[in-house]
T-cell receptor
Framework: NAGVTQTPKFQVLKTGQSMTLQCAQDMNHNSMYWYRQDPGMGLRLIYYSASEGTTDKGEVPNGYNVSRLNKREFSLRLESAAPSQTSVYFC???????????FGPGTRLLVL | DQQVKQNSPSLSVQEGRISILNCDYTNSMFDYFLWYKKYPAEGPTFLISISSIKDKNEDGRFTVFLNKSAKHLSLHIVPSQPGDSAVYFCAASDLGGFKTIFGAGTRLFVKA
């Protein structure tokens, strides 16, 4: 079991460029999450998908879009990157709200 | 407005002694609390949790205490080991809800 995998591990973008962060889990979990981690701010929820076919906004959704491609995959898209989106992005999944979340290793994004 | 606060950015403890990490929350709707541990360049991993019907939960060297009237929880690590050096995130949710709110984290240093 690979658990939760994220690609890429590191990315540098110029302001205005777009990119998609990929996340996949092999634990047959129903819900998946995207967080960003910034110094002094902890982990903040961007979007989540409670189940395949559904997505909802979290605390900081502006500037992002998501797609729950199937039960395994949940992608995060930045249409026009801004320096304020420089952060470390974590994907997580869990089988139900009563269970704990399993996190991927993170994607470090730098927007110049 | 941070709903989950970890007011100590860092804590340094001697090996073998007790580490106490503190967390305060403001939302009375939270009824499930978790601690996650994070090493550099890795995703957070679940450590221990407690529901609001309890005031204490133990797992080996780790104990979480919950004081609902004060909206305060703490994580005790006894005895502390150098391998415990990491960032610890406090988190809270309403059990059955999809959103988990994280604190900013406390970096623990355990000196040998």
């Amino acid at each position: 079991n690979a658990g939760v995998t994220q690609t890429p591990k590191f990315q540098v973008l110029k302001t205005g460029q777009s990119m998609t962060l990929q996340c996949a889990q092999d634990m047959n979990h129903n819900s998946m999450y995207w967080y960003r981690q910034d110094p002094g701010m902890g982990l903040r929820l961007i979007y989540y998908s409670a189940s395949e076919g559904t997505t909802d906004k979290g605390e900081v959704p502006n500037g992002y879009n998501v797609s729950r491609l199937n039960k395994r995959e949940f992608s995060l898209r930045l249409e026009s990157a801004a320096p304020s989106q420089t952060s470390v992005y974590f994907c997580a999944s869990r089988s139900s709200p009563e269970e704990t979340q399993y996190f991927g290793p993170g994607t470090r994004l730098l927007v110049l | 407005d941070q709903q989950v606060k970890q007011n100590s950015p860092s804590l340094s403890v001697q090996e073998g002694r007790i580490s106490i990490l503190n967390c305060d929350y403001t939302n009375s709707m939270f009824d499930y609390f978790l601690w996650y541990k994070k090493y550099p360049a890795e995703g957070p991993t679940f450590l221990i949790s407690i529901s609001s019907i309890k005031d204490k939960n133990e797992d080996g060297r780790f104990t979480v205490f919950l004081n609902k009237s004060a909206k305060h929880l703490s994580l005790h690590i006894v005895p502390s080991q150098p391998g415990d050096s990491a960032v610890y995130f406090c988190a809270a949710s309403d059990l059955g809800g999809f959103k988990t709110i994280f604190g900013a984290g406390t970096r623990l240093f355990v000196k040998a």
